[in-house]
């Protein structure tokens, strides 16, 4: 049954900045990002730097959420860039961030700007992406807000993969598995051609490893590949 009522048509208009429009989503967006998580903690995090007479000598934005931080922006005054506050922005916002629970951070520099700097203060390449005006790159970086515990275990393994659609397959489903020996991937990436895939995993323990390895669920997805089995190099790695 019809109520004989038309809705008007919705219109698309496009335009430039639109702060009701990014709060809205921005409010959607968290919401469903905690009911698909469980995590409901996002928060805000900065740090300002004044000088005597309240002016703005630096300052850092950014934020925490489910165990996690970022940074957006870190940015100081051009007559106190020798002054060490870069650094300070980034202890501080550090410090902070692990206050709040985060075992993890992570930002982002174009090239031009500051990769080294934070390489410095010991944040480590997790991609880049390219085609930036001036042939500049933009780098993505990682550092962990932890010290790993003694026995922790943290590999780099280079997999062939035979029959690429099978192996790939077998792939998704035995790392799905770390979680139930105290294990973590902490990236996963693949060759243009789908044959060769590079995984970096961190487990709690050595044990931790041998009991995946032993895992009656991946061994019997091995076994059912037979020859297309991947094959593996398994390095042991630390960050430098």
């Given at each position: 049954?019809t109520t004989?009522?038309?809705?008007p048509?919705?219109?698309?208009?496009v335009?430039?900045?639109d702060?009701?429009?990014a709060?809205?989503?921005?409010?959607?967006?968290?919401?469903?990002?905690?009911?698909?998580?469980?995590?409901?903690?996002?928060?805000?995090?900065?740090?300002r730097?004044?000088?005597?007479?309240g002016?703005l000598?630096a300052?850092?934005t950014?934020?925490?959420?489910?165990?996690?931080?970022g940074?957006?922006?870190?940015?100081v005054r051009?007559?106190?860039?020798?002054?060490?506050?870069?650094g300070?922005?980034?202890?501080a916002?550090?410090?902070?961030?692990?206050?709040?629970?985060?075992t993890?951070?992570?930002v982002s520099?174009f090239?031009f700007?500051?990769?080294?700097f934070?390489?410095?203060?010991?944040?480590t390449d997790t991609?880049?992406r390219?085609g930036i005006?001036?042939?500049?790159v933009d780098?993505?970086?990682?550092?962990s807000?932890?010290?790993?515990?003694?026995g922790?275990?943290r590999?780099?393994?280079?997999?062939?993969?035979p029959?690429v659609?099978a192996g790939q397959?077998?792939e998704d489903?035995?790392?799905?598995?770390l979680?139930r020996h105290?294990?973590?991937l902490?990236?996963?990436?693949?060759t243009?051609?789908g044959r060769?895939?590079?995984h970096?995993?961190?487990?709690?323990?050595?044990e931790?490893?041998?009991?995946f390895?032993a895992d009656?669920e991946r061994?019997?997805?091995r076994a059912?590949?037979?020859d297309a089995?991947?094959?593996?190099?398994?390095?042991?790695?630390?960050d430098?």
């Open positions: 049954m004989g009522i038309e809705r048509a919705p219109t698309l208009r335009g430039g900045e702060s009701e429009l709060a809205r989503i921005d409010r959607e967006l968290t919401a469903f990002n905690n009911a698909a998580t469980g995590a409901d903690d996002e928060a805000g995090l900065s740090v730097v004044t000088d005597g007479d002016e000598v300052g850092l950014g934020w925490t959420w489910g165990g996690r931080a940074i957006d922006t870190v940015w051009a007559d106190r860039r020798r002054d060490g506050w870069g300070r922005l980034l202890r916002a550090e410090e902070e961030a692990r206050r709040r629970g985060c993890e951070i992570s520099s090239s700007q500051a990769p080294d934070y390489r410095r203060h010991g944040y991609g880049i390219d005006p001036g042939g500049h780098h993505h970086l990682w550092k807000l932890v010290a790993d515990p003694a922790t275990v590999l780099a393994v280079l997999v062939e993969l029959d659609e397959r077998y489903a035995v790392l799905a598995l979680g105290g294990g973590r902490e990236r996963r990436l693949r243009d051609d060769t895939e590079v970096v995993i961190r487990f709690a323990t050595p931790g490893q041998e009991s390895l009656p061994v019997a997805l059912a590949l037979g089995a991947p094959v593996s190099q398994v390095l042991p790695v630390h430098v």
